[in-house]
């Protein structure tokens, strides 16, 4: 297959964070705007959503929580028992 470059200007501060959200997929920004465009032509429309699972306020809390040893319960003898455990708040 043929390739070809293209050039683009774009701010540098969205180059940058574009850079590091593509690096969390494991992508470079060549192989994300490949796909993108690949999805285009598939679609014929903008394609796809990507979007990282941020953890609410909540889950934050209770994943420091855990992390810390804080506001932990059991172990349990049974299922039974950290049902009623949990039933009890």
């Known amino acids: 297959m043929a390739t070809a470059n293209i050039n683009i200007r774009m701010d540098s501060a969205v180059k940058?964070?574009?850079q590091q959200l593509f690096a969390q997929?494991?992508?470079?920004?060549?192989?994300a705007i490949n796909m993108f465009l690949r999805q285009?032509?598939?679609?014929?429309a903008i394609p796809f959503e990507l979007r990282l699972d941020v953890?609410?306020?909540?889950?934050?809390?209770?994943?420091?929580?855990?992390?810390?040893?804080?506001?932990?319960?059991?172990?349990?003898?049974s299922a039974e028992?950290?049902?009623?455990?949990?039933?009890?708040?």
């Open 40 to 44: 285009a032509l598939r679609e014929r």
């Open 55 to 77: 953890p609410n306020a909540e889950l934050m809390e209770a994943i420091e929580n855990v992390e810390a040893g804080r506001n932990l319960e059991g172990p349990f003898a």
């Open 25 to 31: 997929f494991g992508l470079d920004m060549t192989t």
């Open 81 to 89: 028992e950290a049902v009623q455990s949990m039933l009890e708040g």
């Open 16 to 18: 940058t964070q574009a």
